[in-house]
Structures are given as structure tokens and as C-alpha cells.
């Protein structure tokens, strides 16, 4: 599989390959976020240098409530909105704020009888500042 830029266009793509997985690959795919998220989301997007160091020094108890957010995200089978700002080829240093809505709520996976319920999507959106 050819790498994807980590992008809106790039994330949209990602999403659509994992939900379309058969039920048995998706377990899968949501073991492997759970249990090595650095790995999993490395395997479909190709990060420069500098991404590659903040997600490695992203805060760890962070890091892995988002992993846990959206595993169970989709195996409810609920997208994840997530929005990128483009960022500017001159902006150096690279200050950006990451803020995600509905983490908390995301935590545990959804019981069967919730999942016809509106839910509160996850929703991920990186701000370059």
C-alpha cells in the first residue's frame, strides 16, 4: 500500500480503507491502534522528519486515549471528523495546537444497544498557530 500524506484529503482516504475492511480485518486493524498507535498510523502515512518527532514525544497517557478513541470510534463504525489546516511552507518553528472533542466520550467501546443512538463524534482538529 502507497503511504498517504497526512492531510485531510490523506486522513478521508485512511478512514474509508479501514471502515471497508471485512469485520475480521478490521479487529485487527483496531488491536493494532490500541496496542501500537505509532506503528499503525505509520504503516499509512508517510511523516516528514518533524512530525515524526512530535508523535514519538506526544504525551503517552494522550496518545493512547486517542488510540483507544478511535479504535472504538470505528468499531462503531463512526468516521472520526478530523480537520488539518494546511500549513505554510515558511512557518518554522512548526506551532501547531491539536484539539480533540469528545475523547472522554470515546473511551470504552460503544454497547451494542448504543450503537443505534446519535453519538458524539470524535473530532480531531490541528490548528498551525
Known amino acids: 500500500m ?4 497526512f492531510d485531510q484529503e490523506g486522513v478521508n482516504s485512511m478512514q474509508a ?19 501500537d498507535f505509532d ?3 505509520n504503516k499509512f502515512f508517510s511523516f516528514t522528519t518533524t512530525q515524526l518527532v512530535q508523535l514519538q514525544s506526544m504525551d503517552l497517557i494522550f496518545k493512547q486515549e ?18 488539518k489546516d494546511d500549513k505554510e511552507d515558511d512557518e518554522v518553528p512548526d506551532k501547531k495546537s491539536i484539539v480533540v472533542h469528545g475523547l472522554d ?4 467501546p460503544l454497547e ?7 453519538v458524539t463524534p470524535l473530532m480531531i482538529r490541528i490548528h498551525y498557530s
Open 17 to 35: 480503507i479501514v471502515l471497508g475492511r471485512s469485520p475480521e480485518l478490521l479487529e485487527i486493524e483496531l488491536t493494532e491502534i490500541r496496542n
Open 66 to 83: 486517542l488510540a483507544y478513541a478511535i479504535a472504538n470510534s470505528y468499531a462503531a463504525g463512526v468516521m472520526v471528523v478530523f480537520s
Open 2 to 5: 502507497n503511504t498517504l500524506n
Open 112 to 118: 451494542t444497544s448504543s450503537a443505534t443512538m446519535i
Open 39 to 41: 506503528s499503525w498510523i
Open 105 to 108: 466520550k470515546w473511551q470504552a
